[in-house]
């Protein structure tokens, strides 16, 4: 009779036989553990005590003979398949206490979203954009779709968390799901309970309230990321941010919800390569998110908002879509090209909102410059400052603050030239400059 490595014990059997509840007394493995022996009184033995401890949780008689029959026939057919079988449920067992599943048991799903492809389900989103961008607006809108069931495909309302510290709950957040048609009663907004801690991303409070029946989640918001860090994380630190991430995710897989982190960004740069790069704190944050999406301005309409998805982990990436604000209300408009870097350039006149400062002018001056050679004179640079009022001091501070490199072309005989330039935008400029001047 075959035995293995797998061989138990006698008492290791018994042990692990009366730890079992009648799910797994019915398994083929426990089958397998009791016949894998190779002394016949042994064996038989195993298969009394087995039926007993089976019955007394209540298995049926004949339940049970169908089930025994049915093992004793494929062991006697082929004991060596059922050694191999009973290696790969031993495997799935051992990996399992850290966390391994083999993928012969991990089910293939397509991805689901509450708004397509914008919002995951399992999974983390960002919104970000510059201030004044809508994203409040924009959030609002996607909660209160969701809250009346216009989101889902079976028209079935969702019950959606929104935590602000930003927005009065009264006077910012009641008037503007009202003027969206929002189901008041499926959403339920942050309000600060005296002698209670604020809620956090990570607080058990949380999962408590998601595993009720009466209040599991389709969406979690949270506007913005840095009020709802618990208190010992540092956003720039990635040994803070992905621990807290990772737990998010989780949560968002545990109860089939979608989260939403809420994001403002930092000033252009033209160190950043892209607009995700402009996200406050650690590069975990986008890492983490399984889709990211910036709301801005459109390039040709002043009057005109645009949101632009930059990542979709899952799938292609979302149409572009216009955006505006009238009565109170967000209209979604047509699609557009306008990419996310793009919606988030700084402009050299603002349409809406306080006046830019002249450094921030000067950022948008140069940023406009350098972008397509990716470098410019510097005085040249200074001459189109001075045409727009900015002075050269802040043309070189805002130089200094976008972290461009300074260098010196030599033209021979005829005198040399300073030039601002961006390495990742330009490289190896300076040798293709000075090897220019000396053919010259």
């Known amino acids: 009779m075959l035995t293995n490595e797998l061989t138990l014990e006698p008492q290791v059997f018994d042990a692990k036989l009366h730890s079992m509840d009648k799910s797994l007394l019915a398994a083929p493995l426990t089958f397998f553990d009791a016949l894998n022996t190779p002394d016949d009184s042994e064996r038989l033995r195993r298969m009394k005590l087995l039926r007993a401890r089976a019955l007394e949780q209540g298995m049926p ?20 398949y059922c050694l191999t079988i009973a290696r790969a449920a031993k495997r799935r067992e051992a990996m399992h206490e850290v966390g391994l ?41 996607w909660a209160a779709d969701i809250s009346a069931g216009r989101a889902a495909r079976d028209g079935q309302p969702g019950l959606v968390y929104y935590f602000t510290q930003e927005n009065d709950p009264h ?26 801690p604020t809620v956090t991303m990570c607080d058990p409070r949380l999962e408590q309230l998601a595993q009720n029946p009466t209040c599991h989640p389709a969406l979690v918001v949270f506007d913005p990321i840095q009020s709802y860090l618990e208190k010992h994380v540092k956003m720039n630190q990635a040994d803070d941010v992905r621990p807290m991430m990772d737990y998010l995710a989780r949560f968002a897989a545990r109860h089939h919800c979608a989260v939403l982190l809420i994001s403002h960004i930092n000033k252009p740069s033209l160190a950043a390569g892209s607009a995700s790069d402009r996200i406050l704190g650690s590069s975990d944050f986008r890492n983490a998110a399984r889709s990211i999406i910036f709301a801005g301005n459109d390039p040709e309409d002043p009057d005109t908002r645009v949101f632009a998805q930059d990542k979709n982990s899952l799938g292609p990436a979302g149409p572009s879509m216009r955006f505006a604000i009238r009565d109170g209300g967000v209209e979604i408009m ?34 406009e410059l350098l972008k397509t050679p990716g470098w410019v004179r510097v005085n040249d640079a200074i001459a189109a400052g001075k045409k727009e009022g900015i002075s050269e001091g802040t043309m070189r501070n805002a130089a200094r603050g976008m972290q461009l490199e300074n260098s010196t072309i030599r033209q021979g005989h005829k005198g040399s030239y300073a030039i601002w330039y961006a390495p990742e935008q330009a490289p190896g400029i300076v040798e293709q400059l000075t090897i220019a001047s000396a053919r010259a």
């Open 101 to 141: 599943t083999p993928m012969a048991y991990v089910e293939t799903r397509q991805a689901e979203y509450l708004i397509e492809p914008y919002l995951p389900l399992d999974a983390i989103t960002i919104l970000a954009g510059v201030a004044g961008a809508g994203k409040t607006w924009l959030a609002l809108k």
């Open 171 to 196: 006077i910012v957040l009641a008037p503007r799901l009202e003027k969206l048609g929002a189901r008041m009663e499926n959403i339920a907004v942050a309000t600060q309970i005296s002698d209670a």
């Open 334 to 367: 047509d699609k557009c090209d306008f990419t996310a870097d793009e919606i988030i350039r700084p402009r050299l006149s603002a349409p809406r909102g306080p006046a830019p400062t002249t450094r921030d002018r000067a950022v948008g001056l140069l940023g």
């Open 61 to 80: 008689p004949q339940e049970y003979e169908e089930r025994c029959n049915t093992y004793l026939s494929n062991w006697e057919a082929d004991p060596g």
